[in-house]
């Protein structure tokens, strides 16, 4: 019985080492051109072979003093040994297949109906999925930066126009030096009051989106080619194990998690304006395009059927009665005052959810999705990691 | 229980064992009782509807769940074999438990059309939408909603603007109250915007001021007022458009992304607790949020009967209605109010009953959403910790 036994450990370990040794020299399936990446992964094998001869000797000598303990411990790192090998076959496999699978198959993997506008001008949605986030992202954050740029215009026409005084000097008013003074655009200073409070949601809206794209920059620049590998390598370590996991699970969230959560929400995005913000009295979301903007980015909300924002250029209706007022100091008479128009501030509380709903509510959603994974892919390798503690520290 | 590095956590064997036994004795009583009643009217339409849109989803996702599971099973038995050929209890029963685990998983994904839709016993259907119908009502049940025509929302007749069903009803109060905060915030503004020129006059002698508008108290005192209520219904617009986008966001995609979703990433051992937090807030947000908010609307009239052909819908009917009336002509958009006293008096009160009906009453049923959420998840074997981080954050 107890021949059996053994024969049974000692063939387990033979496979492992069968699959370590293929790990070390297989192929990379890697297919995202990170050349860094294969080195790392040849330290993991080398690491998971050493591990295994390690084992090897313990067991061996645990035979051959009856050591009761130093059998059990081989037996417990052998686990180890095949879990950290098939920790690395998965992360490995779902690497290359998140490089793989392009943004248009996602469409036809959930059975959603409609691919977003962005995918689909950019190739028919043949961007990977790591480019797809990044794709959304830049947009989104182009989209938030364009209606910064409309309300700068809003706030600087309304300053402009609260503050027009027109002093009327009529008859003999040179002798007599009575005058009237009168602000014919004060009224507009409660238009003001709202742009400024816009103008503080839009800054936030704005904040998040570039923060989501440095984020992703970082997650694909220096997560990947650094702390993943790093932290396989340290669960190889029997001593480190712990930690080893943990930071395998941060970074594994984050880097599968993260760009596939982001190209879901492109996918969600342009169902915010499907029915939403055009229903009713409310009127259609136009943006209009200011400092050269040309509303960059608003094609996260559209989907190649229908635009879920429609962009009016400066100089022409709604945004423009007239011709553009350039403030630059053309046009002081109250005539061209009127010229100097600015979006209806109701228009720009609809268009400001819509960004601050994609900039700020989805990805607080995101984070609630990474950090329960994390916490569970942490909890599977030995150590939980409070991710939301994590951040909080960041 | 955990071994070094790699958890083997023995998760609680009854619990599941009692999950699977209530899935089991669920998919029995299905099978017993194999004619489902057919639900008839508008509201049997509706939950039509809603099963044609999750078939549709949940079609293309059977091969994938498939995939899932045969995928855990293999693994499930490697580590069995693992288990057996170490000798290690500690691995055969992280095996078992997960090999319960996944049964469980399988089981509510192929009956959750089922749950969701069809479970009958004794003659009546006992799935969640009839859980829903039999709280609100299955006939000509009605919120009083000036954006639709007739000022009544009929609830499973719906509207083509915002939808059918308890969400549609949620949208259009939200829109409702969207037109009112407008229209009013255009009032002011129009009430504002002579009182503020008068306001800027300033009449000048010896090139010396010698009076301006500004100066007049009672002017500059309602100049002010309507500031803050403009400011004030920003705030209410900025809330309302994002719960109107939110309820859009509800509508399309608990019961067509999470669920199914959730379903799937419950198999897999490092997703169950995202797998259950996604199906217990795609069952909450699409059945309970919406129920509570109309059940907490005191304008909600429940009908179980359909409407008599010969009453006239909105106009005529029947049940109690007398504060719906009364509110609803509060917020009927296009009040035609004399400019300075919608400033002064109704713009006030106006704010005052938004703010009540856009934070109060939405967040009553959140509340009960958020505990009926939490309640549920670790049943699903979920974890819902960074969500109720962020909830108490957010308040």
């Known amino acids: 019985m107890q021949a059996k036994k053994t024969w049974r450990a000692a063939f387990f370990l033979f496979i492992s080492l069968l699959a370590a040794s293929s790990l070390s020299f297989a192929d990379n399936p890697f297919t995202c051109n990170l050349d860094k990446f294969n080195d790392t992964m040849l330290l993991c094998g080398i690491a998971a072979l050493s591990m295994a001869a390690l084992i090897s000797l313990v067991y061996i000598g645990g035979e051959f003093a009856q050591s009761a303990r130093m059998l059990t411990w081989a037996k417990t790192e052998a686990i180890q040994v095949f879990a950290s090998l098939a920790i690395v076959a998965v992360v490995l496999f779902v690497l290359s297949s998140m490089c793989t699978f392009q943004v248009g198959e996602f469409k036809d993997v959930f059975g959603v109906s409609s691919m977003p506008k962005i995918y689909q001008s950019a190739g028919g949605g043949s961007d990977s999925l790591y480019g797809g986030a990044m794709r959304y992202t830049e947009n989104l954050a182009a989209l938030a930066l364009s209606n910064v740029a409309s309300l700068r215009y809003d706030l600087g026409a309304y300053e402009i126009r609260t503050s027009y005084n027109t002093f009327d000097c009529s008859g003999d008013c040179l002798f007599s030096l009575s005058s009237v003074s009168t602000a014919p655009f004060s009224g507009n200073s409660m238009n003001l009051a709202i742009s400024n409070n816009m103008m503080g949601i839009a800054t936030v809206s704005y904040l998040s989106a570039i923060f989501m794209y440095f984020t992703l920059v970082y997650i694909y620049s220096g997560l990947f080619i650094v702390f993943l590998p790093l932290a396989l390598i340290i669960r190889s370590v029997p001593f480190m194990r712990h930690l080893g996991g943990s930071l395998i699970a941060i970074f594994v969230s984050l880097y599968i998690m993260y760009p596939l959560m982001l190209v879901a929400d492109a996918y969600v995005a342009p169902g915010f304006t499907a029915n939403a913000l055009s229903a009713g009295n409310s009127g259609a979301v136009v943006m209009c395009a200011r400092d050269g903007r040309n509303c960059a980015g608003s094609a996260i909300f559209s989907t190649a059927a229908q635009d879920g924002i429609t962009c009016s250029p400066a100089g022409t209706e709604p945004c423009f009665g007239h011709e553009e007022w350039g403030m630059e100091g053309i046009g002081r008479s109250q005539d061209a005052m009127n010229n100097l128009s600015p979006n209806e501030p109701a228009r720009a509380i609809r268009l400001n959810v819509l960004i601050f709903l994609a ?3 989805l990805p607080a959603i995101n984070f609630i999705v990474i950090a329960a994974f994390g916490r569970e892919l942490s909890r599977f390798l030995g150590e939980e990691a409070d991710m939301s503690r994590l951040g909080q520290m960041i | 229980m955990q071994s070094a590095g790699f958890a083997f956590s023995q998760k609680k064997p009854n619990g599941i064992a009692l999950l699977l036994t209530v899935f089991s004795l669920l998919m029995l009583a299905s099978l017993a009782f194999p ?23 949940v079609d293309g996702w059977w091969t994938l769940a498939v995939t899932a599971i045969l995928i855990c099973i293999s693994f499930n038995t490697l580590v069995y074999m ?58 000509a049940s009605s919120i009083s909603c000036t954006a639709t025509p007739g000022g009544r929302f009929i609830l499973w007749k ?24 407008d229209n009013a915030y255009d009032a002011v503004r129009s009430a504002n915007y002579p009182l503020e020129q008068e306001e800027s006059i300033c009449y000048y002698l010896l090139g010396v001021p010698v009076w301006c508008g500004s100066w007049d108290l009672d002017l500059h005192k309602r100049v002010e007022q309507a500031h803050l209520l403009s400011s004030k219904m920003t705030d209410v617009s900025v809330s309302l458009h994002a719960q109107y986008v939110f309820a859009e966001y509800i509508q399309k995609n608990m019961l067509t992304v999470f669920l199914p979703f959730g379903l799937v990433l419950r198999i897999f051992p490092f997703t169950r607790g995202l797998g259950g937090l996604f199906i217990a807030l795609g069952v909450g ?18 009908v179980d009967n359909p409407p008599a052909q010969s009453l006239q819908e909105g106009v005529c009917f029947s049940g109690f209605r007398g504060s719906s009336v009364v509110l609803a002509g509060v917020v009927m958009p296009g009040v035609a109010a004399q400019a300075s006293d919608l400033a002064v008096t109704k713009g006030k009160d106006l704010v005052y009953q938004l703010t009540i009906g856009t934070v109060f009453y939405p967040f009553v049923a959140l509340v009960l959403t958020l505990i009926f959420v939490r309640a549920m998840t670790p049943l699903l074997g979920g974890d819902m910790g960074e969500l109720m981080r962020m909830v108490s954050r957010l308040g």
């Open chain 2, 82 to 139: 693992l288990g057996f050929a170490l000798e290690s209890q500690e691995v055969k029963n992280y095996a078992k438990a997960e090999f319960l685990q996944v049964s469980a998983s399988s089981l509510m994904i192929f009956f959750a059309v089922d749950l969701i839709f069809n479970v009958s016993s004794g003659g009546q259907t006992v799935a969640a939408f009839d859980f829903m119908g039999d709280l609100v009502g299955t006939g």
């Open chain 2, 35 to 57: 004619s489902v009643p057919a639900r008839g009217g508008d509201f049997g339409a509706y939950v039509d509807q809603q099963q044609t849109y999750f078939n549709n989803r």
């Open chain 2, 158 to 181: 719906g509207d083509p603007q915002f939808g059918t069903g308890p969400i549609g009803a949620f949208k259009c109060k939200t829109q409702e109250k969207i037109s009112a905060v």
């Open chain 1, 359 to 361: 900039a700020v509510f």
């Open chain 2, 285 to 302: 947000f699409f059945f309970v949020w919406p129920t509570f908010f109309l059940l907490t609307d005191h304008t909600f009239v429940k």
